[in-house]
């Protein structure tokens, strides 16, 4: 009986890890924790409910209910119709490949457009301090009559 158990916590345990590594990944593609706790309940089950997600993660139904819309804003999941609403899972490799353009992208315009401020004349902060002194010492103060 008891190397039933041990056997049982051994595979709760490489679970657990499994699961971490998943997050750990998602967090990687720019996930949230809690938006990678909930992306991936409801990738393990393919379909979950807000109240299955509830009893799953441990959130609130209003906490979820908050990440289920940025996940649903970004395309990332999908929401059935019916009552209670179902949400289902879009496929983690095209969420990789969003977010591997989206790189290259930002990666583009940093490229063109950082780098010429990077190559930009530096600005003297001594020199404008000097500048804004100058400008302080001709100013009039009014005087008491």
């Known amino acids: 009986m008891l190397q039933n158990k041990f056997k049982k916590y051994n595979f709760n345990k490489y679970k657990k890890n499994e699961a971490n590594n998943h997050i750990q990944i998602l967090e990687k593609l720019g996930f949230s924790n809690d938006e990678a706790l909930v992306y991936h309940t409801i990738l393990s089950s393919k379909e979950s409910t807000v109240g299955e997600m509830s009893r799953s993660i441990n959130f609130s139904r209003a906490k979820i209910y908050g990440i289920i819309d940025n996940l649903l804003s970004e395309g990332i999941i999908i929401e059935s119709g019916n009552h209670p609403k179902s949400y ?8 990789a490949q969003k977010r591997l353009k989206e790189v290259e992208e930002a990666t583009a315009e940093a490229q063109s457009n950082l780098y010429q401020l990077y190559q930009s004349k530096k600005v003297d902060y001594l020199e404008t301090l000097t500048v804004k002194a100058v400008s302080y010492t001709h100013l009039t103060l009014p005087t008491k009559a």
Do not use: L, T
């Open 88 to 95: 289902y899972p879009i496929d983690p490799r095209e969420i």
